[in-house]
T-cell receptor, first 109, second 116 residues
Framework: RKEVEQDPGPFNVPEGATVAFNCTYSNSASQSFFWYRQDCRKEPKLLMSVYSSGNEDGRFTAQLNRASQYISLLIRDSKLSDSATYLCVVNQAGTALIFGKGTTLSVSS | DAGVIQSPRHEVTEMGQEVTLRCKPISGHNSLFWYRQTMMRGLELLIYFNNNVPIDDSGMPEDRFSAKMPNASFSTLKIQPSEPRDSAVYFC??????????????FGSGTRLTVV
């Protein structure tokens, strides 16, 4: 079983749509969680950290369910500029970040 | 802040040649990571350093790969001899790690390696 699993997509949505990505992780000792964004032929960039209580940053909402070992990212009012690959990332203390293979989002006008 | 600086941006080499990739982390970041990205396997950790000491090199594919961090501001990843299956994008990232917790990476722009 892979450590971090994501639906690769692609998710094709119109502008203004709400879209949700899910991610599961296998190691219950994971302690830190993140979403990264990667544009085509670019490096991954931190989008947001994910906290146990859930957190929001503008149009983006991240949720964590430790019991189910499940992380989600919700994007409201999608923009063309949201088109990218979204990487789910987990970490145990003292180890390096483990990346999922990513979910591709394409927002069209 | 100049960010994480990697060189070269692109490298095309012939099978059997030695390849050296370079990375300068963000000043003050005490951890440095080398990842490799391919379409098939995604982002894979090769090795990471904490305070210039290699902590986990279990992801290094084989003896052809070696990495060094002689000081806090410089690291190299060397492949000798290179093979076509080494073709990938190699990313370096740095991060502050405090109390064992990782506060998120900053990646360099990557080196796109093609071995023909």
């Amino acid at each position: 079983r892979k450590e971090v699993e994501q639906d690769p997509g692609p998710f094709n949505v119109p502008e203004g749509a709400t879209v949700a990505f899910n991610c599961t992780y296998s190691n219950s000792a994971s302690q830190s969680f993140f979403w990264y964004r990667q544009d085509c032929r670019k490096e991954p960039k931190l989008l947001m950290s994910v906290y146990s209580s859930g957190n929001e940053d503008g149009r983006f909402t991240a949720q964590l369910n430790r019991a189910s070992q499940y992380i989600s990212l919700l994007i409201r009012d999608s923009k063309l500029s949201d088109s990218a690959t979204y990487l789910c990332v987990v970490n145990q203390a003292g180890t390096a970040l483990i990346f999922g293979k990513g979910t591709t989002l394409s927002v069209s006008s | 802040d100049a960010g994480v600086i990697q060189s070269p941006r692109h490298e095309v080499t012939e099978m059997g040649q030695e390849v050296t990739l370079r990375c300068k982390p963000i000043s003050g970041h005490n951890s440095l990571f080398w990842y490799r990205q391919t379409m098939m396997r995604g982002l894979e950790l090769l090795i990471y350093f904490n305070n210039n000491v290699p902590i986990d090199d279990s992801g290094m594919p084989e003896d052809r790969f070696s990495a060094k961090m002689p000081n806090a501001s410089f690291s190299t990843l060397k492949i000798q001899p290179s093979e076509p299956r080494d073709s990938a994008v190699y990313f370096c990232a740095s991060s502050p790690v405090i109390g064992g917790y990782n506060y998120g990476y900053t990646f360099g722009s990557g080196t796109r390696l093609t071995v023909v």
